[in-house]
């Protein structure tokens, strides 16, 4: 079993042409709204992915946040632990797509940020009922850190996703088994450069002097890097026709959590959440983006289908 603590927002996706610069005014081509944040979009994924799962987080008493409920719970998320908090808004994103896929975000974070340490400790007997628990930083750094604690006392593995980027409490780095940044995130919490493999090595170094077991470097379209205190070991992206790179991370993280929680190793892991990453980008939105288990299950057939452009 998974337990996922962290955001839910709601997307409000814009598609243009491309992403507008300070001050220029850009017509968009069309406006949805699809059900997002980081955490829930973990969850989500996880679930998909055919395992149980159970969602920690926050939303406010209002329409938007009855319709992320609705929809983790249609997806097969276990939504009971999800705290409604009386005055605040449901977290919400605009996200700005173009057409190479890139993409612009601003995060609203509304109930997100409501989310306290009593919550967690509330919802204690899930995380410790769980095998593994993934988090990230679109909520309050201490509910996180909360969290972190409990599975790690219960010897659980975590699993933390510094995303977005944000000065850790340095307290938090001990309680992770697994970080899992990007380059950008990795160059914010090293200090160090990110503009080569060698450099993503180094940086990530750092942070394992700082306690962390293991990082797992997500790089894009280059792949990512596996680093640990013995090894480095690189794992190519697979070449596929980008639509939309949003959540594309989120299910990478979830893949991984899935894979793990079958017993398999960090290797394997890996390289089955690299193949969810790849479904992923090539259709548009958050949840509605993230691949089901029987499709993952028939991706080599699927990723010959693939036309490059």
């Known amino acids: 079993m998974i337990t996922v603590i962290g955001s839910l927002n709601m997307d409000l996706v814009i598609n243009t042409n491309k992403i507008p610069r300070p001050g220029e005014t850009v017509i968009g081509k069309n406006f949805k709204q699809i059900p997002g944040g980081k955490g829930a979009n973990q969850a989500d994924a996880a679930a998909k992915l055919g395992a149980q799962v159970n969602m920690?987080?926050?939303?406010?008493?209002?329409?938007?946040?009855?319709?992320?409920?609705?929809?983790?719970?249609?997806?097969?998320?276990?939504?009971?632990?999800?705290?409604?908090?009386?005055?605040?808004?449901?977290?919400?994103?605009?996200?700005?797509?173009?057409?190479?896929?890139?993409?612009?975000?601003?995060?609203?974070?509304?109930?997100?940020?409501?989310?306290?340490?009593?919550?967690?400790?509330?919802?204690?007997?899930?995380?410790?009922?769980?095998?593994?628990?993934?988090?990230?930083?679109?909520?309050?750094?201490?509910?996180?850190?909360?969290?972190?604690?409990?599975?790690?006392?219960?010897?659980?593995?975590?699993?933390?996703n510094p995303a977005p980027a944000a000065e850790l409490d340095k307290d938090i780095l001990k309680y992770v088994d697994i970080l899992t940044p990007n380059e950008t995130e990795l160059e914010y919490l090293s200090g160090h450069k990110t503009d080569t493999f060698k450099n993503v090595e180094i940086a990530g170094k750092t942070l394992l002097n700082q306690g962390i077991k293991k990082l797992v470097v997500t790089l894009g379209e280059k792949g990512c890097l596996y680093i640990c205190e013995n090894k480095t070991k690189y794992f190519p992206a697979y070449k596929v026709k980008t639509v939309d790179t949003t959540a594309a991370g989120d299910g990478f993280n979830a893949a991984l959590a899935v894979s793990l929680s079958k017993g398999e190793t960090i290797e394997e892991a890996i390289k089955f959440a690299t193949k969810v990453a790849a479904m992923t980008v090539t259709k548009e939105g958050a949840q509605i983006s993230l691949p089901l288990k029987k499709e993952v299950d028939h991706f080599e057939k699927w990723i010959h289908t693939q036309k490059l452009v």
Do not use: C, F, W
């Open 56 to 160: 920690i987080g926050a939303i406010g008493k209002d329409s938007i946040g009855d319709k992320l409920k609705m929809h983790l719970k249609q997806d097969g998320v276990n939504i009971q632990s999800i705290v409604e908090k009386e005055g605040k808004s449901t977290g919400v994103a605009t996200v700005i797509v173009e057409e190479s896929g890139n993409n612009a975000i601003t995060v609203i974070p509304g109930a997100n940020y409501e989310l306290q340490i009593k919550d967690v400790q509330k919802y204690r007997e899930i995380i410790i009922n769980s095998d593994i628990l993934v988090t990230q930083l679109e909520i309050p750094q201490d509910a996180v850190k909360e969290a972190l604690k409990i599975a790690k006392q219960e010897r659980k593995i975590t699993i933390l």
